[in-house]
């Protein structure tokens, strides 16, 4: 079993940064990728970004420039650094890991952005 714990989010001003971490444990499989989404209220869940077990990056088009996300290979660990915030951006960011076998997901933290 694999358990994600997401911190960092908080309530920030348009304009400021926040760095998201996710912190993986358990037993793994063949990790294909870990990945960030959200979801604001009335919306589907999106993805946000993500970076496979080879380091390969993906963003979405409304964050690309402004946020990056790595890896801590050695603590398991992925991070999400958002720069540039926008109020749009405000929604609880989910952190995903993604194996041949399963996809497993964080709890979900809040992050506020306040114009």
């Known amino acids: 079993q694999v358990q994600l714990v997401e911190s960092g989010g908080g309530l920030v001003q348009a304009g400021e940064s926040l760095r998201l971490s996710c912190a993986a444990s358990?037993?793994?499989?063949?990790?294909?990728?870990m990945a960030w989404y959200r979801q604001s209220p009335g919306k589907q869940r999106e993805l946000v970004a993500s970076?496979?077990?080879?380091?390969?990056?993906n963003y979405a088009d409304s964050v690309k420039g402004r946020f990056a996300i790595s890896r801590d290979n050695a603590k398991n660990t992925v991070y999400l650094q958002m720069n540039s915030l926008k109020p749009e951006d405000t929604a609880v960011y989910y952190c995903?890991?993604?194996?041949?076998?399963?996809?497993?997901w964080g709890q979900g933290i809040q992050v506020t952005v306040s114009s």
């Open positions: 995903n890991l993604l194996e041949s076998l399963r996809s497993s």
């Open positions: 358990g037993s793994f499989f063949s990790i294909i990728a």
């Open positions: 970076i496979t077990s080879g380091g390969t990056t």
